[in-house]
């Protein structure tokens, strides 16, 4: 087990197991509660598999009634809750807890509402990303936030950690494409945020709710926008001596007022991974391989694909091949989109960072990720949204061997303290969860922090939905107005801190 400490569990709700379970079970019927152990097992972890946990109980509920019965008495019992979508989260943002209900939300797995008139469609949380676009396709559009784990994510969870995607740097996150929200808060109130509608009155809760890490309440139903398939797509696959070149060539690309449709970045490590597990025809004798698609109308796209030749071409391209057909373009995808797989090939383990930098300092932060690498001992392999500067490094490590797992934690802050000291974020898409939970008094300050939390007890004064993700210190709701921190020692040491 690491070094990151959750709450300490509350003895009297562990002692009350029996009884919650009878109640949930009243609430929710059937197969919908899951109390034996084995079965409760599948539930311990997320996507962060390095850390584990059995929950209380697991419960499933099919219904806007069942949630918000069950938030009600969680609200009025002290119960803890952790929402739960997929459990694809790489942060940890579904790690159960001891005296915690696990809620997940898979059960709410229908399309609601398809209208190409308003381009928008609304959904149950528990369907898939990808299963917005399959429900859509078939007049010509789709859902632009595109995950590498579409297959499998929730939209609930694309929601909660305002997930991104290859996409993204054109059509935006998550929080640029949801319209409206039906949520049901920790006292078990139901309110609807937006709608169909392009924007609306007072503050934006919206915007606030994606992102929020199921820390504000459960997402129950979700109105996406929709796009129409551009007329045409083509991809330029280009390889560079260094990685620098290939950060300078992005820079360039974006400078020049070209906005690709996606533009990805792989290291030599990432590419040699990748090759080899899915023989997409990479270069293998260049340092850094970048994939720019371009996509619109035909006349624009190939005007485009010229332009961005020339630019990779004076940042001393060694390799460019452009894709002429559709089964082209998507083999030079084939391989960035296994890339994560490929370098699960290569190594026991790794860990997936999500840092986001400005991309004029790209290359730097690569070259001090190459010294941080010979500082903690461990190779790091390097795939990226290269367009929006959201890096994703992967370090590889061995959990088998005493030591590498903490050296691995160990580098993988440095990498994110780097990307804040030049400018940039402890996240791009993958939320803050528990793996960064720590880091963010890097990143705000206690004040900063303390608003936040203000925010949060508007919502849960509490704490019971998510505690121990997001923020480092938990406070009591009531000293947050007058708390002040001297000298590291604070106030209120009753409180249970971890
Ligand atoms: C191989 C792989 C590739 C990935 N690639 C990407 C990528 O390219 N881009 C990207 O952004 N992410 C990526 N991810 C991370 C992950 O898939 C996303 O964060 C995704 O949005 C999580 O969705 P989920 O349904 O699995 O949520 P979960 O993991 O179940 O939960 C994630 C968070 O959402 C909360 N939550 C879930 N459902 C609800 C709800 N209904 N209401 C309120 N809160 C809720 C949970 O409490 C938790 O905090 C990847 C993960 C893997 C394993």
Same mark, same amino acid.
């Given at each position: 087990?690491?070094?990151?400490?959750?709450?300490?569990?509350?003895?009297?709700?562990?002692?009350?197991?029996?009884?919650?379970?009878?109640?949930?079970?009243?609430?929710?019927?059937?197969?919908?509660?899951?109390?034996?152990?084995?079965?409760?097992?599948?539930?311990?972890?997320?996507?962060?598999?390095?850390?584990?946990?059995?929950?209380?109980?697991?419960?499933?509920?099919?219904?806007?009634?069942?949630?918000?019965?069950? @938030? =009600?008495?969680?609200?009025?019992?002290?119960?803890?809750?952790?929402?739960?979508?997929?459990?694809?989260?790489?942060?940890?943002?579904?790690?159960?807890?001891?005296?915690?209900?696990?809620?997940?939300?898979?059960?709410?797995?229908?399309?609601?509402?398809?209208?190409?008139?308003?381009? =928008?469609?609304?959904?149950?949380?528990?369907?898939?990303?990808?299963?917005?676009?399959? %429900?859509?396709? #078939?007049?010509?559009?789709?859902?632009?936030?595109?995950?590498?784990?579409?297959?499998?994510?929730?939209?609930?969870?694309?929601?909660?950690? $305002?997930?991104?995607?290859?996409? =993204?740097?054109?059509?935006?996150?998550?929080? $640029?494409?949801?319209?409206?929200?039906?949520?049901?808060?920790?006292?078990?109130?139901?309110?609807?945020?937006?709608?169909?509608?392009?924007?609306?009155?007072?503050?934006?809760?919206?915007?606030?709710?994606?992102?929020?890490?199921?820390?504000?309440?459960?997402?129950?139903?979700?109105?996406?926008?929709?796009?129409?398939?551009?007329?045409?797509?083509?991809?330029?696959?280009?390889?560079?001596?260094?990685?620098?070149?290939?950060?300078?060539?992005?820079?360039?690309?974006?400078? $020049?007022?070209?906005?690709?449709?996606?533009?990805?970045?792989?290291?030599?490590?990432?590419?040699?991974?990748?090759?080899?597990?899915?023989? %997409?025809?990479?270069?293998?004798?260049?340092?850094?391989?970048?994939?720019?698609? @371009?996509?619109?109308?035909?006349?624009?796209?190939?005007?485009?694909?010229?332009?961005?030749? %020339?630019?990779?071409?004076?940042?001393?391209?060694?390799?460019?091949?452009?894709?002429?057909?559709?089964?082209?373009?998507?083999?030079?995808?084939?391989?960035?989109?296994? &890339?994560?797989? &490929?370098?699960?090939?290569?190594?026991?383990?790794?860990?997936?960072?999500?840092?986001?930098?400005?991309?004029?300092?790209?290359?730097?932060? *690569?070259?001090?990720?190459?010294?941080?690498?010979?500082?903690?001992?461990?190779?790091?392999?390097?795939?990226? #949204?290269?367009?929006?500067?959201?890096?994703?490094?992967?370090?590889?490590?061995?959990?088998?061997?005493?030591?590498?797992?903490?050296?691995?934690? %160990?580098?993988?802050?440095?990498?994110?303290?780097?990307?804040?000291?030049?400018?940039?974020?402890?996240?791009?898409?993958?939320?803050?969860?528990?793996?960064?939970?720590?880091?963010?008094?890097?990143?705000?300050?206690?004040?900063?922090?303390?608003?936040?939390?203000?925010?949060?007890?508007?919502?849960?004064? $509490?704490?019971?939905?998510?505690?121990?993700?997001?923020?480092?210190?938990?406070?009591? =709701?009531?000293? *947050?107005?007058?708390?002040?921190?001297?000298?590291?020692?604070?106030?209120?040491?009753?409180?249970?801190?971890?």
């Amino acid at each position: 087990m690491t070094a990151i400490l959750m709450p300490v569990p509350d003895q009297s709700i562990l002692a009350r197991r029996r009884e919650i379970v009878a109640a949930l079970q009243g609430i929710v019927p059937g197969e919908g509660v899951i109390d034996d152990e084995t079965e409760m097992r599948p539930y311990e972890t997320d996507a962060l598999t390095a850390y584990r946990q059995m929950p209380l109980i697991v419960v499933l509920p099919e219904t806007v009634e069942q949630v918000s019965q069950v @938030l =009600c008495y969680c609200h009025e019992n002290g119960v803890k809750v952790v929402p739960r979508g997929a459990g694809t989260s790489l942060s940890g943002g579904a790690l159960p807890l001891a005296d915690g209900v696990l809620l997940s939300m898979m059960k709410f797995n229908q399309v609601l509402d398809i209208d190409f008139a308003n381009r =928008c469609v609304t959904v149950q949380p528990g369907v898939t990303n990808l299963g917005v676009t399959r %429900a859509v396709e #078939h007049e010509g559009f789709y859902y632009a936030p595109d995950p590498s784990s579409q297959i499998a994510c929730s939209v609930g969870g694309n929601i909660a950690e $305002n997930s991104g995607g290859v996409h =993204c740097l054109k059509y935006g996150l998550t929080t $640029n494409n949801v319209l409206g929200l039906e949520m049901v808060l920790i006292t078990g109130e139901v309110i609807r945020l937006g709608g169909k509608h392009l924007d609306s009155e007072g503050y934006d809760l919206l915007a606030l709710m994606t992102g929020s890490e199921g820390l504000l309440g459960v997402v129950t139903e979700v109105t996406l926008r929709i796009l129409q398939k551009p007329e045409t797509a083509r991809a330029l696959l280009v390889g560079f001596p260094t990685s620098e070149d290939g950060g300078r060539c992005v820079a360039e690309i974006i400078a $020049n007022g070209i906005i690709p449709g996606g533009m990805e970045m792989m290291d030599k490590l990432a590419i040699d991974a990748a090759e080899a597990f899915v023989n %997409a025809g990479y270069p293998l004798d260049v340092e850094a391989l970048l994939i720019v698609e @371009l996509d619109g109308p035909e006349a624009e796209v190939n005007d485009l694909i010229e332009r961005v030749e %020339a630019i990779a071409l004076k940042n001393k391209a060694s390799h460019i091949r452009i894709s002429t057909s559709e089964e082209e373009r998507m083999t030079f995808w084939a391989g960035r989109k296994a &890339a994560f797989p &490929a370098v699960g090939r290569i190594s026991p383990d790794y860990l997936c960072m999500d840092g986001t930098i400005p991309r004029r300092e790209l290359p730097k932060v *690569l070259a001090g990720m190459r010294d941080l690498s010979e500082k903690h001992g461990l190779r790091v392999a390097n795939v990226f #949204h290269a367009g929006d500067g959201n890096l994703h490094p992967l370090i590889l490590y061995d959990a088998n061997k005493p030591g590498e797992l903490e050296a691995a934690e %160990a580098f993988g802050a440095d990498i994110l303290r780097l990307c804040v000291a030049v400018g940039g974020v402890l996240t791009g898409e993958h939320g803050v969860g528990i793996e960064k939970r720590d880091l963010m008094p890097e990143m705000f300050s206690e004040d900063d922090l303390k608003q936040q939390q203000r925010v949060k007890c508007a919502f849960d004064e $509490n704490h019971l939905l998510n505690p121990g993700k997001v923020f480092p210190v938990l406070h009591r =709701c009531a000293e *947050l107005g007058r708390m002040h921190v001297h000298k590291g020692k604070l106030p209120f040491p009753d409180i249970p801190r971890f």
